[in-house]
């Protein structure tokens, strides 16, 4: 892979992840496209620009970290490993299918890539932790970013992991909220309002930076701002729309475990022509 910190470069990797999810979750009939589309600026600039990591040294121990705790959204994060070079791009279309590597939810098992097998929601904060705490431990400098879910967010696991991060200064960790403002059911603030979010994570001694979670020079801003700040965590609050680029998925509750049919298919790649 070729790393860059060029935005424009970042916008049109986005582009052909976007079109990965699509193609993918198209083939397979299944899976949320929703949640995957809208997590793509952050997921790109991180394995493009920000993390420490090597596709021919997965395993290597200095490596930056990474855990999908909203797995649901794994096609992004495939298609991400695919066009980095840690797993085939020929075989993506093969997502949800019996015996393929690209299962539902991300599973060690089959990606030995993978920091964390995810998907059992509110979990992913509570790994992330463990994993900046052994960072200090060993004496690491690398660092730990965690990828949540805002209708996954709703749970208490969650904020009880917010408390410990906080109260044991783990600030080689960063969390980054997908608030798209859609759950599986419908909008996030019918069903369990997070609001004022950025005030709640404040009050648990994280350090806040909230954003247009699309803006790629506002995300590599925020990414330095996190690495630079001490003596606590770090949460970015990334607004973002759910089916982002693709007109008629955006901000649509159908599309969070929907996938496009053989005809929207069509119409989507060539909106991301």
């Not at 596709?55 to 290597?60: F, L, Y």
């Not at 930056?64 to 959204?73: C, M, P, Q, T, Y």
Request: glycine share 8%; net charge negative.
């Amino acid at each position: 892979m070729e790393r860059t910190h060029d935005p424009a470069a970042l916008a049109s990797i986005c582009k052909q992840i976007r079109r990965h999810i699509i193609t993918m979750t198209g083939a397979a009939k299944s899976g949320h496209p929703g949640g995957s589309l809208s997590a793509v600026e952050v997921v790109v600039t991180l394995y493009w620009d920000v993390m420490r990591h090597d596709p021919a040294r997965p395993d290597w121990p200095d490596r930056d970290r990474f855990i999908l705790s909203k797995g649901h959204a794994a096609p992004v994060l495939y298609a991400t490993l695919a066009e980095c070079g840690y797993t085939p791009k020929e075989t993506l279309n093969t997502l949800r299918k019996f015996g393929s590597i690209y299962q539902g939810h991300p599973d060690k098992r089959f990606i030995p890539a993978l920091e964390a097998s995810t998907g059992s929601l509110g979990e992913g904060l509570s790994v992330g932790i463990g994993m900046a705490l052994a960072a200090r431990l060993d004496g690491k400098d690398y660092r730990t970013y965690v990828m949540l879910g805002d209708g996954e967010i709703q749970e208490g696991q969650i904020w009880e992991a917010a408390m410990f991060a906080s109260f044991h200064k783990v600030d080689n960790l960063c969390a980054i909220v997908d608030y798209n403002k859609l759950q599986l059911d419908g909008f996030v603030k019918e069903i369990l309002d997070l609001e004022p979010l950025a005030d709640k994570w404040r009050a648990f001694g994280w350090h806040v930076i909230e954003l247009d979670g699309h803006d790629i020079p506002a995300l590599q801003k925020a990414f330095a701002e996190a690495a630079a700040t001490k003596g606590k965590p770090t949460v970015i609050i990334a607004h973002t729309i759910k089916g982002k680029g693709v007109s008629f998925m955006e901000n649509s509750p159908k599309y969070h475990g929907v996938a496009p049919t053989p005809e929207e298919v069509e119409l989507a790649l060539k909106e991301l022509a």
